[in-house]
C-alpha cells in the first residue's frame, strides 16, 4: 500500500520560512517524479513544484519561483519543499504526490498517489 506523509505545517508569519517534508512508503520512489501543489480555501488545488526522479531537473510555479526549492533523498524516501520568503497568499494545504514515469507534470491528474496534506498559514 502507497502511503505519502507530509509533515512540517504550522503557523509562521509573513517572511517566515518552513520546510515541509513528505515520506513515501509502498512504491519505489527514487523511479518516481515527486511533486507539491496546494489548495486555499475555496480555490482549485494548484502546481507548487516539480522534482525529477534522480532530482536532475526541477520546474516551480511561477508564484513560488526564487522562493521555494524543492528536493529529495531517495536514501530516505522523502521529498522535502524548503518555503522561504513566505506570504499570507502562500496559506493552503500543501500536499505531495508521487507519479510513475520520468516526466515532470504540472497537472494534477497526472499523479498517481497523493498525501493527506498540512497547513500552511502565514500571517500578516
Known amino acids: 500500500q502507497v502511503q505519502l506523509v507530509e509533515s512540517g505545517g504550522g503557523l509562521v508569519q509573513a517572511g517566515g520560512s518552513l520546510r515541509l517534508s513528505c515520506a513515501a512508503s509502498?512504491?519505489?520512489?527514487?523511479?518516481?517524479?515527486m511533486g507539491w501543489f496546494r489548495q486555499a480555501p475555496g480555490e482549485k488545488r494548484e502546481f507548487v513544484a516539480a522534482?525529477?526522479?534522480?532530482?536532475?531537473?526541477?520546474y516551480y510555479a511561477d508564484a513560488v519561483k526564487g522562493r521555494f526549492t524543492i528536493s529529495r533523498d531517495n536514501a530516505k524516501n522523502t521529498a522535502y519543499l524548503q518555503m522561504n520568503s513566505l506570504k499570507p497568499e502562500d496559506t493552503a494545504v500543501y500536499s505531495c504526490?508521487?507519479?510513475?514515469?520520468?516526466?515532470?507534470?504540472?497537472?494534477?491528474?497526472?499523479?498517481?498517489?497523493w498525501g493527506q496534506g498540512t497547513q500552511v498559514t502565514v500571517s500578516s
Open positions: 522534482i525529477t526522479r534522480s532530482s536532475g531537473n526541477t
Open positions: 504526490a508521487a507519479r510513475t514515469g520520468s516526466l515532470i507534470s504540472t497537472t494534477s491528474g497526472q499523479y498517481n498517489y
Open positions: 509502498g512504491l519505489t520512489f527514487s523511479s518516481s517524479v
